[in-house]
């Protein structure tokens, strides 16, 4: 099979899901098609649920058969159901409690087997101890339901379903054309990133506000370090990542955070110092670490004046700004240098910001938040993962990145300007 022939195949895909979508929503706008929908028991959402359980399987005996493009649009078809029972469920008031543990508990015996198949099969193409986690993970994840009030999947569980569909689409392009252009480590990083959110999954289940506050404080810290060493190891953009990763969980949580006191937010400022510094230090030749430095005495200067939420720029969108500036205009310190001198200029001043939970971000519906995550993944591990050397993919996802976050800085102004703004309680990493 051609590499061609493949995306022809995904194209087709694509066009079925868009007539899925379509064709639903249409037939459950009335009320009389929500009442035929109500009436047909095979399109009840527990029903749909139970006939996917062994479609995984099925999928992997039509691949091993030689039969690759009916597996890939058997399972297509059966991940596309996802979509339709979750759509009926909510428009036709179908939504039951067993149904909030069975759907994902569905999804997992859809590509789970898969999975495995490819880390494991004739032609092994995913890392399989990461794939091991993550089904570990995901076994327990759905124990966890068990014993938790929440049953339905979190947002970080959504994200996870969707990234593991394009893992297993990766996958099956790379079993079937082997000649397809990918970074080594793309598939790898994917792997990676599906078992981290599948955790984040579990976690934010289990875990009460309190503990996950102190866990994103751990993750800040951590990560702090671990950027400041991957700048040094060569590592930018893994570096950016790792300093920012506890922001993003934060973000997409969208749990209750406890404020972590004075020392908690001093370590979180102290780790964007010496992760985002780093990245400047790294990328900033003769000047870097006259960057490096000007950039942590200004995280310094904004803890110095306690800058309540909604004063001045958060500190990691400053730091969002000036980090995908120095991967942006590497080899130009002097460009990186002016944006991040805006970037912490913001940060100190007495400008209203609000807050991004403040603003149109929670009011979004999910399924947004779970494909801005899905995307924001999957842009990051094609960053990380891409050969060393500017120019082509890397230069444009890091414009990209710095184009998003400038664009978030100016959403989080107007937002302040036209009253939307955070509560003044003090918060020097907000």
């Known amino acids: 099979m051609t590499a061609t022939y493949f995306f022809i ?8 899901a868009a007539g899925e979508r379509i064709g639903i929503h249409r037939l459950v706008r009335s009320p009389g098609g929500r009442e035929w929908v109500r009436r047909r028991r095979l399109l009840h959402p527990n029903t749909l649920s139970l006939l996917r359980i062994p479609m995984g399987v099925a999928t992997v005996a039509l691949w091993h058969a030689g039969w690759p493009t009916a597996a890939m649009l058997w399972y297509a078809l059966w991940m596309i159901s996802d979509l339709t029972d979750g759509t009926i469920a909510r428009h036709c ?7 909030k543990w069975l759907d994902p508990l569905s999804d997992k015996c859809l ?9 494991w099969g004739p032609q092994p193409v995913l890392p399989m101890p990461w794939v091991l986690a993550l089904a570990a993970t995901d076994v327990l994840g759905q124990f966890s339901r068990f014993f938790t009030r929440s049953k ?6 959504k994200a996870k379903t969707a990234l593991i569909t394009g893992v297993v689409a990766l996958a099956a392009l790379r079993g079937l054309c082997p000649e397809a252009r990918l970074p080594d480590g793309f598939l790898y990083a994917l792997t990676v990133a599906a078992t981290g959110l599948a955790f984040l999954s579990l976690f934010g289940k289990v875990a009460g506000d309190r503990v996950w506050a102190g866990f994103l404080l751990g993750v800040k810290l951590v990560g702090g370090g671990s950027a400041l060493w991957l700048a040094g190891r060569g590592w930018p953009a893994a570096a950016v990542a790792a300093a920012l990763a506890g922001h993003v969980f934060e973000v997409f949580g969208e749990r209750a955070v406890h404020p972590t006191g004075s020392l908690g937010t001093a370590g979180e400022m102290a780790a964007l110092a010496l992760g ?17 430095g000007i950039y942590a005495v200004a995280m310094g200067v904004r803890l110095l004046l306690a800058r309540p939420v909604g004063v001045g720029l958060a500190p990691c969108i400053a730091a969002w700004v000036t980090g995908t500036a120095a991967l942006a205009f590497d080899g130009h310190p002097t460009a990186a240098a002016a944006v991040a001198a805006v970037a912490v200029a913001l940060s100190c001043s007495s400008l209203r910001f609000a807050a991004l939970g403040k603003s149109r971000w929670p009011r979004l519906p999910a399924s947004v938040k779970a494909t801005a995550l899905v995307v924001l993944v ?4 094609l960053r990380v993962s891409w050969p060393d050397g500017r120019g082509g993919v890397p230069t444009g996802l890091d414009l990209a990145a710095l184009a998003t976050a400038v664009a978030t800085a100016i959403h989080l102004r107007r937002a302040a300007a036209a009253g939307d703004s955070a509560p003044e309680t003090p918060s020097g990493a907000a």
């Open 9 to 16: 195949l995904l194209t087709a895909i694509a066009a079925l």
């Open 93 to 99: 008031g179908l939504g039951t409690e067993t149904g």
């Open 111 to 119: 590509y789970l087997p898969m999975l495995v198949y490819f880390a």
């Open 152 to 157: 339905a999947a979190n947002g970080f569980g």
């Open 276 to 292: 985002v510094g780093g990245v400047l230090w790294a990328g900033g030749g003769a000047a870097g670490p006259w960057l490096a």
């Open 378 to 381: 999957t842009a990051a591990a």
